[in-house]
């Protein structure tokens, strides 16, 4: 006696199949659309790195899409009542999926942060100054975009459920559904070496794609007593990639007008000491200011150049934008060093401190000299700044002005722009320097280096970060460790924006 299939059995297994081919057909969209990924992020550069991000990116990207199908569409095609309403329900989930990878994509790109929890705030932010530039005639287009998408997912989905008995015959399931899982497990098992042998071109991959968490050596191995964590975390802490030290500056050609007729002098003290007297000279000041060179030297070049001290040793044979500019578009410039700082630093700015010529002062005083050097009859005829800071622990200072500074907060490297937005220059601060234009910010974080560590401060903490992930959170008014969890998406924001200048970018 034969059993024929019931009509309702009939109808679940063509839409399960149905549905396979359809994740596989999303699949490979969202492996395309992930290739933003990629090409957002610093090639490897080894082949052992080339492998895991060609095996992370199809095995990841092929693996969360899948589980999405098993997850939301998967048990619709069990309810088999009406495949119609299952195969519509199928193509906006899967058009809302495929529509945020992109949005994340795209967000990467900009940002170097995931949608997340953690990134509200700074996704909030970046939303406000796009959605701020948006017309009714904008929003109206993204509506029509995604119905077009939506569409499409309808024509995908009406297509494979047509032809799904054609598509049945090739028997193609295992050797697709091993291939990726192979591409899972080798991306996976790499990155448990990379992170025990602290492989650097696999490791600063950790974060490229999102929901992202690869096997860990730390995790995985020191479980069965594979891995010497003390010798490890000894590795760790000298671990530093020196990519970073190559530098592109400027990062595009610099081209404005500035006002040559403008008087402007910036202090920037190199001691510790307090400066007797400056709070009786009206002065606006920004408290929430931060010094984190390790050294002078290091204190002088970021302020001019307005990158970190990171970056110095590339910086020696180069000009930095602020001297250059005005000195290029007939406006006075000179430096003034204090007799203690090295003679071989920018000798031709370099001009005596009594030099009273209009233009642009920049001086690196300690604060005896400042004293004096500050009068009221300079904050009369001149744009001042005057900033504080290095040599303190915690390398917090202060910022004196006599502009409206409208920063809630601010650090070194925001002076040239500053500077320079000052002076009338209306090109980007992108192309020159990795802090804001005081004047008008921006953004209400900072990421700086202090010798061979990344700086990030944001909310009333200060993070402290080694390249190989080492990490120490403290609060900014108390200087005590905190217990906050590290923002990751913070930190891949700041290190993104830090490597603008980086020749892997």
């Known amino acids: 006696m034969i059993l024929a299939e019931s009509?309702?059995?009939?109808?679940?297994?063509?839409?399960?199949?149905?549905?396979?081919?359809?994740?596989?057909?999303?699949?490979?969209?969202?492996?395309?659309?992930?290739?933003?990924?990629?090409?957002?992020?610093?090639?490897?550069?080894?082949?052992?790195?080339?492998?895991y991000l060609l095996t992370n990116w199809l095995g990841h990207i092929g693996f969360m899409t899948f589980f999405g199908f098993v997850i939301f569409i998967l048990p619709l095609c069990y309810l088999a009542t009406n495949p119609r309403a299952i195969k519509a329900s199928a193509s906006i989930i899967a058009a809302v999926g495929l529509a945020l990878l992109a949005f994340d994509a795209l967000l990467f790109n900009r940002t170097g942060f995931h949608i997340s929890f953690h990134a509200a705030d700074l996704l909030k932010t970046e939303a406000q100054t796009q959605i701020s530039e948006f017309y009714w005639q904008q929003w109206a287009y993204l509506f029509m975009l995604f119905l077009v998408w939506l569409g499409f997912q309808l024509v995908l989905a009406n297509a494979i459920w047509k032809r799904v008995e054609r598509f049945s015959q090739h028997k193609i399931g295992v050797p697709v559904a091993s291939f990726f899982v192979v591409c899972f497990v080798t991306s996976h098992a790499v990155h448990v070496w990379a992170d025990a042998e602290l492989y650097q071109p696999i490791i600063k991959q950790d974060n490229m794609f999102p929901l992202s968490y690869p096997a860990t050596a730390k995790t995985t191995m020191s479980r069965y007593g594979l891995l010497d964590l003390a010798a490890y975390e000894e590795r760790k802490q000298l671990q530093f990639n020196t990519d970073i030290h190559n530098i592109n500056y400027p990062a595009e050609p610099v081209y404005c007008s500035i006002d040559s007729g403008m008087n402007m002098t910036v202090i920037v003290q190199i001691d510790d000491a307090p400066i007797s007297g400056i709070d009786t000279l009206g002065l606006n000041a920004l408290e929430n200011y931060h010094s984190t060179a390790s050294s002078l030297r290091g204190l002088i070049t970021t302020t001019l150049f307005g990158v970190p001290e990171i970056y110095q040793d590339s910086l020696s044979q180069k000009r930095p934008v602020l001297l250059a500019l005005p000195v290029g578009l007939g406006m006075p410039v000179s430096t003034h060093f204090d007799e203690s700082l090295p003679d071989d630093l920018f000798k031709s700015y370099r001009q005596p401190l009594s030099n009273n010529h209009n233009g642009l002062h920049i001086a690196f005083l300690p604060a005896s000299v400042i004293e004096g050097y500050v009068?009221?009859?300079?904050?009369?005829?001149?744009?001042?700044?005057?900033?504080?800071?290095?040599?303190?622990?915690?390398?917090?200072?202060?910022?004196?002005?006599?502009?409206?500074?409208?920063?809630?907060?601010?650090?070194?490297?925001?002076l040239a722009p500053t500077i320079m937005n000052a002076l009338g220059c209306a090109a980007p601060t992108t192309f020159y320097s990795t802090g804001q234009n005081l004047l008008n910010p921006s953004r209400k974080w900072l990421v700086s280096t202090s010798g061979e560590r990344i700086v990030v401060f944001h909310n009333g903490k200060r993070t402290d970060v080694l390249s190989n992930g080492s990490y120490e959170i403290t609060e900014v008014a108390t200087g005590k460790r905190s217990n906050a969890p590290l923002n990751v998406d913070l930190l891949s924001q700041a290190i993104k924006h830090l490597s603008r200048f980086s020749n892997q970018n």
């Open 7 to 51: 009509p309702r059995r009939q109808r679940v297994t063509k839409l399960v199949n149905w549905g396979h081919w359809f994740a596989l057909a999303n699949i490979i969209i969202a492996i395309v659309i992930a290739s933003i990924f990629v090409f957002s992020s610093p090639m490897p550069g080894t082949g052992v790195g080339t492998l």
């Open 375 to 414: 009068t009221q009859d300079m904050l009369q005829s001149n744009k001042v700044m005057i900033a504080t800071g290095y040599g303190n622990e915690s390398s917090q200072g202060m910022l004196y002005s006599n502009m409206s500074l409208s920063a809630d907060i601010a650090s070194t490297e925001d």
